[in-house]
């Protein structure tokens, strides 16, 4: 990706230590995006949070509108969540044996989401994605999975594969290290394309275990699913799925309990609130992100008939020493108290607000820009057409947005650094908040004008 020619000034501290760490840590982080390749500089090293705002080592505080890509969601070091990890701790950091509030955030999980009659916590959105494969594949006793270009699972080698030339064909490996068999399993298709999927279940229906979707895309930017003739796309994909004996695992890893309080389930799913009828389920569903709070914790769930294929009680091996951790589950348990109806109400409010005022400033500055959502999730894209996939999304102006991006930053408003991500609030960004992302966004959209 092009790096933005704008170069913002440097923060002393913050620059000694991504100097340092990029001599220990490859690139320096240890995540990727953390790095700011696609928008050039350096990251600010936060020293602290609280709230809707970080502090940086360099004392200069910033609007968060990444909240750690979502587990955030009660804003940072809420007092509730806080108390609750902090009390957790001192009755023991890890037992390796279970506890009790592992079992009350299963519980609490199936109790908003009808389709998860049973759940497995794991460590990470990506361990929870495999261990789903796994489970799809044993209960099948296929091997082929299907994915959708743009739609992002995690680091899992089946899913880091690429579209190999024709439509019906296997996956091309997408990262180096992913072996060529590993992605021969692997089929990926363009998202919301009905009749790729149709064509590939015609061709290989009987070998596909299951087809993985994002409930709503939200790693390319956000693209909600399409609706035709009222049905919408992830039920469409689970009746071709079941009429071909495959199974439908929804990632609600980022969505989940943060688009609605159902995750995007509560959107598509019966009684959903898109204006279909339609009545569905996927058959597992994986979590992350909102469900620890802001521990390391990810979920897998659904159907007990498939989830009791897990070892010990069948032959589907799963395990982990952390999983289940006091602390996690006290994290998760505690934002899940702080996440009722009015929250997501006020989420939703604030998402709109924030939308309104992005788009005003980049209307009088005449920037081109779509801004898409999926319940209190949005993303601003810079092209004036709307995205329905991701050679849609690779259609835009990331100069433009890294101009947009650094002058924001440098004014206080720290945004996701690329322009193929999700923007987050939380229930403590405020009014006032608000207010103060709205002095900076005028010169930002006169920024991203500018060539
Ligand atoms: C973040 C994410 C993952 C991976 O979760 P990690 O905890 O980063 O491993 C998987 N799927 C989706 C949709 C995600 O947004």
């Given at each position: 990706m092009p790096i933005a020619p704008h170069t913002p000034a440097p923060h002393g501290l913050s620059e000694e230590l991504f100097a340092r760490a990029r001599r220990v840590i490859p690139a320096g982080v240890n995540s990727p995006v953390r790095a700011f390749g696609s928008v050039g500089g350096t990251p600010p090293y936060i020293a602290s949070a609280a709230g809707a705002l970080l502090t940086d080592v360099d004392g200069r505080e910033y609007v968060d509108l990444v909240g750690s890509w979502g587990p955030m969601i009660l804003g940072h070091a809420h007092p509730q969540v806080v108390e609750a990890v902090q009390q957790a701790a001192s009755r023991g950091l890890s037992f390796g044996a279970p506890q009790p509030q592992e079992v009350a955030l299963a519980e609490e999980v199936i109790a908003r989401i009808g389709p998860v009659e049973k759940i497995r916590m794991v460590n990470s959105g990506t361990e929870a994605v495999l261990s789903a494969l796994r489970v799809a594949r044993g209960a099948t006793g296929r091997d082929v999975i299907v994915k959708f270009a743009g739609?992002?699972?995690?680091?899992v080698d089946a899913l880091l594969a690429e579209a190999g030339s024709g439509l019906a064909t296997f996956g091309l490996p997408g990262s180096a290290g992913v072996t060529a068999g590993t992605a021969q399993d692997t089929v990926v298709l363009p998202y919301g394309d009905r009749a790729a999927v149709q064509e590939l279940f015609a061709a290989r229906g009987s070998e596909i275990a299951a087809v993985i979707v994002?409930?709503?895309?939200?790693?390319?930017?956000v693209v909600p699913p399409s609706s035709e003739d009222g049905l919408g796309f992830t039920p469409f994909l689970h009746d071709l799925a079941h009429e071909h004996g495959a199974l439908l695992i929804t990632d609600?890893?980022?969505?989940?309990?943060?688009?609605t309080r159902t995750g995007y389930y509560g959107i598509d799913?019966?009684?959903?609130?898109?204006g279909t009828q339609q009545n569905w389920a996927p058959d597992l569903m994986t979590f992350g992100k909102v469900i620890g709070g802001g521990l390391p914790v990810g979920a897998f769930g659904g159907r007990a008939d498939l989830m009791d294929l897990l070892a010990p009680l069948g032959p589907v091996y799963q395990a982990g020493t952390?999983?289940?951790n006091p602390l996690a589950t006290a994290a998760g348990l505690a934002t899940f108290a702080g996440l009722d109806e009015a929250a997501y109400q006020q989420l939703g409010a604030t998402s709109q607000a924030l939308q309104d005022l992005v788009s005003e400033a980049l209307n009088a500055a005449s920037v081109p820009h779509v801004i898409q959502r999926a319940g209190t999730l949005f993303s601003v894209f810079f092209r004036s057409e709307p995205v329905r996939n991701y050679a849609d999304a690779q259609e835009q102006d990331t100069d433009a947005f890294g101009r947009f991006f650094h002058t924001m930053l440098e004014g206080g408003v720290h945004l996701p650094p690329s322009a193929f991500e999700a923007w987050f609030v939380s229930t403590a960004h405020t009014d006032q908040i608000l207010d103060r992302i709205a002095e900076v966004l005028p010169s930002a959209a006169r920024a991203a004008a500018a060539r």
């Open positions: 739609n992002y699972h995690g680091h994002e409930a709503a895309p939200c790693n390319m930017g609600e890893v980022l969505t989940g309990f943060r688009a799913g019966p009684g959903g609130t898109d952390l999983s289940g």
